[in-house]
């Protein structure tokens, strides 16, 4: 079967898991889609004060909307749509670009209820409650436990099916939710994180890189701690050599000037100026204004706060453009 788009990684899931996860596999360069639809455990939330970084804690909503955001800020897409099925794309023998014919291509095809297929190399599966849209890629035995419960057969999702790292024996399918880790939200998050590195890891392998050189730190860091012997681009080449001489590629090989290339652009691009750490900070706080209530502004910085943070004229134009204190014909204000 032919289907319409293609991608690196698809996460079936949003939530702490699924955004961590796609965030980490998507600041690597690959192409992500995260679909999100369906039963939801942050939702069920009430107020969430253990998730480091909120003092009074956040509801739910607004960590879910942070959380959107943040995915498609780092360049997935994000579709609203149930996921009904991963299957293996099937190759075809007669037709050398069917899915599935190539080991570097896509390797599963994706169902969703309401839009198209989508094919994919990897998938991360990200849902704390439905594992029932990968039956099939595996023995039932392998991915399902079944439980009996006052006679009554449950069957679940083996929580232990995929190893620390997310992955299982199925090549290219990855497993953030459900997992031992997902019982509180910022556990599901690290477990989504460790997933979205290691799934970074295996794609830089298949493209020629070796576990030891494949396996990064995803940091922004300040230019300024960079001082003059590390400012040098022929430095840190000699720093990967030393790193990787013993390593599983001869040094000498074009495989290792290649990965070395690309790992040495890597470490020199996670370096920000003081400009460009200000102008982060600044797009950082606006864009969490934007999911806070206005009120709650208003009362925690003061309204003069906000006054004199605002432009004198677009006050003046509030004020004589109907804004609350505008005068009115009647010579009274609203
Ligand atoms: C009542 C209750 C209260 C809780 N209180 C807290 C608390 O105070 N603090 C705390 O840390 N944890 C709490 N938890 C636990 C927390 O909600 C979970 O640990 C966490 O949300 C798990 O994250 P996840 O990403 O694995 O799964 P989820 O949060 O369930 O996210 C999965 C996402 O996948 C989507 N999805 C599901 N199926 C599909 C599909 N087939 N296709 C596409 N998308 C799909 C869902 O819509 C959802 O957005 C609570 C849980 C419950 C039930």
Same mark, same amino acid.
């Given at each position: #079967?032919?289907?319409? *788009? ?13 955004? @961590?996860?796609?965030? $980490? ?35 739910? %909503? ?11 800020? +780092? ?17 075809? &023998? ?13 390797? $599963? *095809? ?23 849209? /990968?039956?099939? /890629?595996?023995?039932?035995?392998? #991915? $399902? ?11 679940? $999702?083996?929580? !232990? ?12 399918? =990855? ?5 031992? +880790? ?18 970074? @890891? ?13 396996? %990064? ?53 996670? =370096?920000?100026?003081?400009?460009? !750490? ?8 606006? &864009? ?21 943070? #605002?432009?004198? !004229? ?11 204190? &505008? ?8």
């Amino acid at each position: #079967m032919s289907a319409a *788009v293609d991608r690196d990684v698809v996460v079936v899931g949003c939530g702490p898991a699924g955004c @961590a996860a796609a965030v $980490f596999a998507a600041r690597d360069g690959l192409d992500v889609a995260v679909f999100d639809r369906g039963r939801s455990s942050l939702a069920q939330c009430a107020h969430l004060e253990n998730y480091p970084g909120f003092p009074a804690g956040i509801d739910a %909503g607004t960590l879910s909307e942070l959380m959107r955001e943040q995915t498609e800020r +780092a360049g997935c897409a994000v579709v609203e749509d149930l996921v009904e099925s991963v299957e293996r794309a099937a190759g075809d &023998a007669d037709d050398s670009d069917s899915p599935g014919d190539d080991p570097d291509g896509p390797q $599963f *095809v994706v169902t969703p209820q309401a839009g198209e297929p989508v094919t994919a190399r990897r998938v991360i599966a990200a849902t704390r409650y439905d594992g029932e849209y /990968l039956r099939g /890629l595996d023995d039932d035995d392998a #991915m $399902f436990e079944v439980h009996d419960h006052g006679g009554e057969r449950h069957e679940h $999702f083996d929580r !232990e099916y995929a190893d620390r790292d997310g992955a299982t024996p199925v090549d290219g399918l =990855y497993v953030a939710s459900p997992s031992d +880790a997902d019982r509180q939200a910022i556990t599901a998050a690290g477990r989504g994180a460790r997933v979205g590195k290691r799934v970074v @890891a295996d794609a830089r392998i298949d493209d020629g890189w070796w576990r030891e050189a494949a396996e %990064g730190v995803d940091w922004v860091r300040r230019e300024a701690e960079l001082d003059d012997e590390w400012a040098d681009r022929d430095r840190w080449v000699e720093w990967f050599d030393a790193e990787h001489a013993d390593g599983p590629v001869a040094p000498d090989s074009e495989r290792f000037a290649r990965v070395r290339e690309a790992a040495v652009d890597d470490l020199l691009a996670a =370096y920000v100026d003081a400009d460009e !750490e200000r102008t982060r900070a600044a797009a950082g706080h606006r &864009a969490l204004a934007e999911h806070l209530d206005p009120d709650a502004v208003v009362e925690a910085h003061g309204a003069d706060a906000l006054l004199d943070a #605002m432009d004198d !004229e677009a006050i003046a134009a509030y004020a004589g453009d109907g804004g609350p204190d &505008a005068p009115q014909a009647d010579g009274g204000s609203r």
